[in-house]
């Protein structure tokens, strides 16, 4: 019996995601629960797990297709896997002495051991287009288990291991460390199998599988031309259109997609090539780490889209700090947490979010994409660069949890091992310069949102309070806006509403 | 009698109708109305296969004394048995047509011999030649009635000495001199037969090519081949009229755009001006099926201007071949199955059975340019093929036309021994929307005529290996 794949509900603005990548593939054994396929919406990426166990008999929405909620994304069969077992037990006796049906069963086998199973640079976001070999774990010669790791690689936004689509023998690695390579390129080649004791059932399996439902790229038979259009530009010949006839891919189509993909890079603003200067006796030339980059492009990209400006407040710090004082002990007592300033910011930006809306929005062409969720973006300082994690639903979370959270995505953050959907599609960002020391700046938005909440430093400061001249611990507090969407005036009441839930944090409690 | 579809005409068309209803179980009906009784239509009576076995076996007997010594074979008093000729063909037309016979019998298509005259929608009434009528009724017509030899006016056709197709397939002797009217397949086919057997052949064609359909470079390159072989052309000319003397006939031939006559004396003349659609006596004015000015039924994927009435092949629009009739009648009983039958009249190959042949598929360089199309060319001339060298046979060359940008290929021409077969490559390719690049790159056999292909594929993109 078969059971049908279908899109989960995503959330409640969401309605369709887009396939970001198959984890499996068609007549690949799955076990239920594993996940098997990875969808994007514009706020986060899902994996859907296997309904029950069997073999993906079917892959009926291919990478890059959008889909909706509840459409069928394939199909989980059984007969496939009785086959398969069927083709396992056929592969164990092959052991003993062949007789003529079995050499002809072991031949087969041998062909599937024999066979050479290409590793290469997975997609790993919409806007990611290359990556930098890490290191390679594995040695050429080395055995290799399926889905063991074998490289690191590091893309714009996160690094990432690469594992082994099949076990066998690492045959050939194609890309060294540090070289730059494109998502769909060689980086080795697995000899699948190697020898048939550690290879396990494993080949049989697949073969048995192929042969009951062709992967997809069997069924997509590629003729000479597209072949090497397809193979110089690296390209998913999955992904490329095909017009002729019954669908297949023409050297039109072909030359098509490596034109859309060279158009892709052109337009993708590089740093300028100036023209390498000489570097004098006291300088040194460091190459910008892709991280350093991306950062670069972003922000600068940010600058020349949005109308960006600032609007400054300040806020008395006291309140908070005088509950942070009382409850330090206790909270972390019960929460394992310690109680920091950030949870408070975070709240009181969410609260300050609901009442104006557009700074919680986007600008999609002429459209504005308003976000009922409250996703916000903590910035975060490495040695190796800023990097940006999303605490999702924020508004949903307790201020134990959204602590707990931050303090997690600081080590991760740290150590390398934040993971890319975990810094994609937040709705509105928060920038601590203070934990720096600095006084005030104008930070510049994390686009495409619309909206960047500056923190800076806690002094003590001489304020006038009821016509008294007393010292509190003040903070500057900055709002970078897009003002294309926000108008001063609601950029400026968030800066205040957000304020007054700082000074008065039973506001956000009574939910004013 | 009641049938699903009743198919009007037995040629290639038709028939091929009537095995395909067949086999999607359709109760189908097939209505012939030669005189013989015998199936295939023109094509199979007195088109395509008489004249292929009479080309083929004059061919064997010119190479015999013409080719066979330079390969070191002699064959000293080589002579020709026209009756034996003309009997084997005939016997290759009568295995056919039987095989057709079979075919209706294997598909449960009943047959009908007479005249078949669409009474209405729906309705048949077919005269047979014994004057009794029977009605049949079914919700498809198909009209698959062919087409007939284009008449030369003030120039009357008897098939003994000014013929037709017809006629020049039963000549009984060869005629010391024939003048084919008409510079087409046709006229050059029968042209080389009997000039092979012993004419002396002159082409009188109204424009200033042969083969006017065909690209410039393979009418340029043929006539050349055929004026070596012995064939006389007077291009730009058009016969005025024939006077029959009782030794001889008088052609008048004048320049194309008038001027003075010239008289040709000739034995036989051959009429091969085209065919026009066949569709006298079917009753299309009563029933409203519409036609053109030149009498070419109208239709929209083979459906007529009648709900219930279709028509294919040579009666419609497209090229006027067997080859397209049979895609025809096999998409419009698709269609009438609810299925998607449908035909690609770009990816229907041409062929002139000649020696050497002529083929082409797809868009010749005149139609591109006319089009605006940029597109890039290939050629490649069997000269530098190493098996049309070993075998005495360089005549003709392989040109291949593709778009500049895409590489799609738009048209390919082939003048050359085995030409027929060898654009089937071809056809495919463009069937599926293939790239010069994808011939470049596919393997060819060594030494073959094909590898000719493959060269002129390479050479849309300049890299031509063997020349």
């Keep these: 019996m078969a059971t049908e794949i279908r899109v989960p509900a995503l959330g409640e603005s969401v309605t369709e995601a887009t396939i970001a990548r198959w984890l499996k593939k ?28 069997g073999v993906l008999s079917k892959i009926s929405a291919k990478e890059g297709d959008t889909v909706e909620v509840d459409a069928v994304l394939g199909m989980i069969g059984e007969a496939a896997a009785k086959a398969a077992r069927k083709e396992k ?38 806007s990611v287009t290359e990556a930098e070999v890490g290191e390679w774990l594995k040695k050429e010669g080395d055995r290799v288990e399926a889905d063991e790791p074998i490289v690191s690689l590091e893309t714009d936004k996160a690094s990432m291991e690469v594992p082994a689509p099949a076990a066998g023998i690492i045959r050939k690695i194609a890309a060294k460390e540090g070289e730059t390579v494109e998502v769909g390129a060689l980086l080795a080649e697995i000899e699948a199998g190697g020898d048939g004791a550690a290879a396990k059932e494993e080949p ?34 999955a992904a490329v259109e095909g017009t002729g006839k019954d669908g297949r891919i023409t050297k039109a189509d072909a030359l098509a997609a490596a034109k859309a993909k060279d158009g892709a890079k052109a337009r993708a603003p590089e740093p300028a090539p100036a023209p390498a200067r000489e570097t004098g006796p006291r300088e040194e030339r460091v190459k910008m780490s892709r991280l350093r980059q991306t950062i670069a492009r972003r922000l600068k990209e940010a600058q020349q889209t949005a109308a960006m400006l600032t609007t400054f407040n300040d806020v008395d710090m006291s309140a908070v700090m005088a509950l942070r004082g009382e409850y330090k002990e206790l909270f972390e007592k019960k929460h394992g947490v310690k109680l920091g300033f950030m949870s408070f910011f975070v709240k009181a930006c969410v609260h300050a979010l609901k009442e104006i809306p557009e700074v919680n929005a986007e600008i999609d062409g002429t459209d504005i994409i308003y976000k009922n969720h409250y996703d916000i973006g903590v910035a975060v300082g490495t040695d190796r660069g800023l990097v940006v994690p999303v605490v999702r639903d924020a508004d949903a979370k307790s201020l134990a949890a959204i602590e707990a959270e ?35 700046s104008t930070p510049i938005l994390n686009a495409p949102q619309s909206g960047i909440l500056g923190m800076h430093r806690i002094e003590e400061r001489p304020v006038a309070r009821d016509g008294q001249v007393v010292v509190r611990p003040m903070m500057y507090l900055a709002l970078s806006y897009d003002h294309r969407i926000v108008d001063g005036k609601g950029a400026v009441t968030f800066l205040v509403r957000v304020k007054e839930n700082l000074e008065d944090p039973q506001r956000l409690l009574l939910d004013l | 009698m009641t049938y699903d579809v009743i198919i009007i005409g037995a040629g290639p068309g038709g028939y091929n109708a009537a095995i395909r209803a067949g086999q999607l179980g359709l109760k189908a009906a097939i209505v012939e109305k030669r005189e013989n009784k015998k199936l295939g239509g023109t094509c199979l009576n007195v088109g395509c296969i008489p004249s292929k076995a009479l080309l083929h076996a004059s061919e064997l007997y010119e190479a015999a004394s013409a080719r066979l010594p330079a390969l070191g074979i002699r064959a000293e008093k080589v002579s020709l048995d026209l009756k034996q000729m003309l009997k084997q063909k005939d016997e290759a037309v009568e295995a056919l047509t039987k095989g057709v016979e079979f075919l209706m019998k294997k598909n449960k298509v009943d047959t009908f011999f007479g005249s078949g005259e669409i009474v209405e929608a729906g309705k048949v009434r077919v005269a047979g030649a014994d004057g009794k009528t029977t009605d049949l009724t079914a919700k498809h017509i198909i009209i698959a009635t062919g087409s007939e030899v284009a008449p030369l006016r003030g120039v009357e056709i008897d098939e003994e000495r000014i013929v037709s197709s017809t006629g020049a397939l039963s000549l009984s002797a060869a005629p010391k001199h024939l003048v084919v009217v008409g510079g087409g397949v046709i006229g050059l086919e029968l042209g080389s037969v009997w000039r092979r057997l012993g004419a002396k052949v002159t082409v009188v064609e109204f424009l200033d090519r042969i083969l006017p359909t065909m690209d410039g470079e393979v ?15 007077r291009l730009s000319s058009k016969v005025a009229g024939v006077e029959k003397l009782k030794t001889k006939l008088k052609v008048a031939v004048e320049p194309a755009e008038g001027g003075e006559a010239e008289t040709i004396d000739a034995d036989v003349v051959l009429v091969a001006i085209g065919r026009r659609p066949h569709t006298a006596g079917l009753g299309l004015d009563r029933v409203g099926v519409k036609t053109d000015e030149r009498g070419f039924i109208l239709t929209d994927h083979f459906r007529t201007s009648v709900e219930g009435i279709w028509a294919i092949g040579d009666c419609i629009h497209g090229p006027m071949l067997a080859h397209k009739a049979e895609d025809d009648g096999v998409a419009c009983i698709e269609l009438i199955a609810g299925k998607a039958g449908h035909v690609n009249y770009d990816a229907v190959p041409n062929v002139v059975y000649t020696w050497p042949e002529v083929a082409s598929v797809g868009k010749t360089e005149e139609e591109l340019k006319e089009a ?19 075998n005495h046979e360089t005549d003709g060359f392989v040109k291949i036309l593709a778009d500049a940008e895409t590489d799609r290929v738009l048209g390919c021409h082939i003048v050359g021994v085995d030409a027929g077969e060898l654009i089937a490559e071809a056809v495919s390719v463009i069937e599926f929307g293939g790239a010069s690049e994808d011939i470049a790159r596919t393997c060819h056999a060594h030494p073959t005529r094909s590898e000719a292909v493959r060269q002129a594929a390479m050479g849309v993109e300049g890299w031509t290996m063997q020349a």
């Design chain 1, 26 to 53: 068609e007549g690949e054994n799955v076990a239920a629960d594993e996940p098997l396929v990875e969808l994007e919406t514009d706020k986060v990426s899902v994996e859907v797990p296997a309904p029950s166990t």
């Design chain 1, 89 to 126: 037990s056929a592969g164990k006796d092959e052991k003993a002495p062949a007789g003529e049906g079995r050499s002809k069963a072991g031949a087969k086998k041998q062909a599937v051991a024999g066979r050479t199973v290409e590793v290469r640079v997975p997609q790993s976001g919409e």
């Design chain 1, 204 to 237: 049989a399996l697949r073969a048995a599988a192929e042969r009951a439902a062709p992967a997809p790229s069997a069924g997509k038979p590629l003729s000479p031309a597209p072949r090497r259009i397809i193979g110089e530009y690296a390209l998913d010949p």
């Design chain 1, 406 to 440: 931050i303090a997690d995505f600081g080590r991760r953050a740290r150590d390398g091992s934040l993971k890319l959907e975990e810094m994609q599609g937040g709705t509105f960002t928060i920038s601590n310069g203070g934990v720096y020391g600095s006084l005030l």
């Design chain 2, 219 to 233: 009418s340029k390159q043929f006539l050349r081949i055929l004026k070596k072989q012995g064939m006389a052309f």
């Design chain 2, 372 to 390: 605006g199309v940029a597109y890039k060319v290939g050629r490649f001339a069997f000269s530098a093929n190493s098996r049309a060298k070993t």
